[in-house]
């Protein structure tokens, strides 16, 4: 049954935890945001749209930085209890220090329940909105993405492509082309589309045109592209790996080696995001010889600046381990959980020379 000191524990943690999320949270929305005004001014897209766009994106930053997130909360909480002299109180009453940890690692499990809920089931569907809100106010038009895929208007030309595969592929590609007086002249379907020597060419397409009184079709094994259009586009059917859901990562890895393309970043995202709450479990362990070991006596301030200190060691190492991964091609699983690994050893041996009993 859990104690009343338990209890008080695990709410001082959650709620030094909502006060360093407050923080990062305002933090996050402002940097955001002051990322998204180099594109002010593009198209449609004005300041009530980039702040829309920020908004959008915050669960997806909490989820992100939530390993930080706990560090900090932990920190915070367990240094006010120590300020106050509580955990003295707690220590000398006969509430070892085995069970304070015990106190904080729950409270700190509840929380990371939570934050996967809302990054794994929100955040990544919140910031694919807001991308695709963002590019068809960029486009004015030109572009329009939709569940379906990306619409393209070139010329008397419209263009409808189901999947963009990378910038030198796309995949189910219509054309309708008009004439003058807005009647359908022919259609061109291609099951794919290759950017090759310079020019985009068509696979296995069916051209088909109208005629006043028939249609006539035929088919080609290749055809070249003659339409010219902007493949900056592009970008507006593309999704970033971090605007996935899991199973939409794995879907989308078989995709790419399917088509012979690299799947590395996505399969990287997808273990990073499997190991997520396992490292900010890592960081409790950290958290926690902050305030109870070595830091003991360091006032609050000296504390929280060695647990931002910690924390973005932790992501500069995962952040370069991502792009070791990509370009020499590490296991995706060896590359995401190395950092755990090495952070959770750290915080083993600092736990152990800080554990009273």
Same mark, same amino acid.
């Given at each position: ?27 996050? /929305? ?21 702040? /829309? ?23 915070? #909480? ?34 990371? /329940? ?26 004015? #038009? ?32 219509? @054309?309708?082309? /008009? %004439? ?20 985009? *060419? ?37 999704? %970033?790996? %971090? ?29 990073? @995001? ?16 902050? *305030? ?29 381990? #991502?792009?070791?991964?990509? *370009? ?30």
């Amino acid at each position: 049954m859990i104690g009343i000191l338990e209890k008080y524990l695990a709410r001082t943690i959650v709620a030094a935890t909502l006060v360093s999320g407050a923080v990062i949270v305002a933090v996050s /929305f402002v940097m955001t945001l002051l990322g998204e005004f180099k594109s002010l001014g593009h198209g449609d897209y004005g300041f009530t749209s980039a702040v /829309f766009y920020s908004l959008l994106h915050l669960p997806n930053e909490i989820y992100q930085f939530s390993p930080l997130l706990l560090l900090l909360g932990s920190i915070l #909480g367990l240094s006010l209890l120590s300020s106050h002299r509580e955990l003295a109180v707690m220590q000398t009453s006969g509430f070892s220090t085995r069970k304070i940890m015990i106190s904080v690692v729950g409270a700190a499990i509840l929380m990371i /329940f939570f934050i996967t809920l809302i990054g794994e089931l929100v955040g990544p569907s919140l910031s694919h909105r807001a991308g695709i809100h963002k590019e068809n106010l960029e486009n004015a #038009g030109q572009a329009v993405v939709t569940t379906s895929g990306v619409w393209l208007h070139v010329e008397d030309n419209f263009v409808h492509i189901e999947h963009v595969v990378g910038k030198h592929m796309l995949e189910g590609v219509t @054309r309708y082309q /008009f %004439d003058q007086e807005h009647r359908l002249q022919e259609a061109i379907y291609a099951k794919a589309m290759t950017y090759e020597h310079n020019q985009w *060419v068509m696979h296995d397409a069916v051209k088909t045109v109208f005629l006043t009184d028939r249609t006539m079709s035929r088919s080609y094994p290749e055809l070249a592209w003659d339409l010219p259009f902007n493949t900056q586009i592009l970008g507006a059917g593309s999704e %970033d790996p %971090d605007e996935m859901t899991l199973g939409g990562l794995i879907k989308y890895s078989r995709y790419l080696e399917k088509n012979g393309l690299r799947s590395t970043q996505y399969r990287y995202e997808f273990w990073e @995001r499997v190991f997520t709450p396992l490292a900010s479990l890592v960081m409790i362990f950290i958290a926690i010889p902050f *305030v109870l070991g070595a830091f003991r006596q360091s006032a609050m301030g000296l504390r929280l600046m060695a647990g931002v200190i910690a924390g973005f060691a932790f992501f500069i190492l995962n952040a370069f381990l #991502g792009q070791l991964c990509i *370009v020499y091609q590490i296991p995706p699983p060896l590359a995401a959980l190395f950092p755990i690994m090495l952070f959770g050893l750290l915080g083993f041996f600092m736990t152990k020379n800080s554990l009273v009993t």
